[in-house]
């Protein structure tokens, strides 16, 4: 199972000039109890931007940059391959970005985790627009923002509609 997970605006940003556009500790914690124990495929730029690997998953990074290395991730060429590599370690996939990478695997996706931020701010930046033909929203829980998390927010499960 490929899962596309995901922070966005009202607007689908993610993103500007490779960086996060909101800091909400309850999102972070949801990515990590979703995402620990499984391998999680990234773009070159997300892993800059993340700037260290993610304990506890084997962290996929799709480059295709000759000359670049970091010490506990495997590199890859394509999504594919990424994939591909990922399902010999288990069977739930979590992408974690950035927008090339959601724009090339949103096809793939059997499950989009989408944290659905309650603003709209400038941006880079895009996650796809997620088409209701495609997907089905099955689940929303909705959190009002509080002293640590500055904008309201909803935790959404979107599954991909069998033919």
């Avoid at 949801?30 to 990234?42: A, C």
């Avoid at 931007?49 to 506890?56: M, Q």
């Avoid at 670049?68 to 288990?90: D, Q, R, T, Y």
């Avoid at 090339?100 to 400038?122: H, R």
């Amino acid at each position: 199972m490929v899962t596309l997970i995901v922070a966005m605006g009202e607007n689908n940003e993610i993103g500007y000039k490779n960086q996060l556009l909101w800091h909400l500790p309850k999102d972070l914690k949801h990515f990590k109890e979703l995402t620990t124990d499984h391998p999680i495929i990234m773009g070159r730029k997300t892993f800059e931007s993340i700037g260290k690997v993610l304990p506890n998953r084997t962290n996929i990074v799709i480059s295709n940059k000759d000359d670049w290395f970091e010490e506990g991730i495997l590199i890859v060429g394509s999504i594919k391959e990424a994939i591909k590599f990922a399902k010999k370690i288990n069977e739930e996939i979590f992408v974690i970005g950035g927008g090339s990478i959601y724009g090339q695997t949103i096809e793939f996706a059997d499950v989009l985790k989408v944290t659905l931020v309650k603003t709209a701010l400038k941006a880079d930046t895009f996650f796809p627009k997620i088409k209701g033909k495609e997907f089905l929203k099955t689940e929303e829980i909705c959190h009002e923002a509080d002293e640590n998390n500055e904008f309201d927010f909803c935790f959404q499960t979107w599954e991909r509609k069998k033919n």
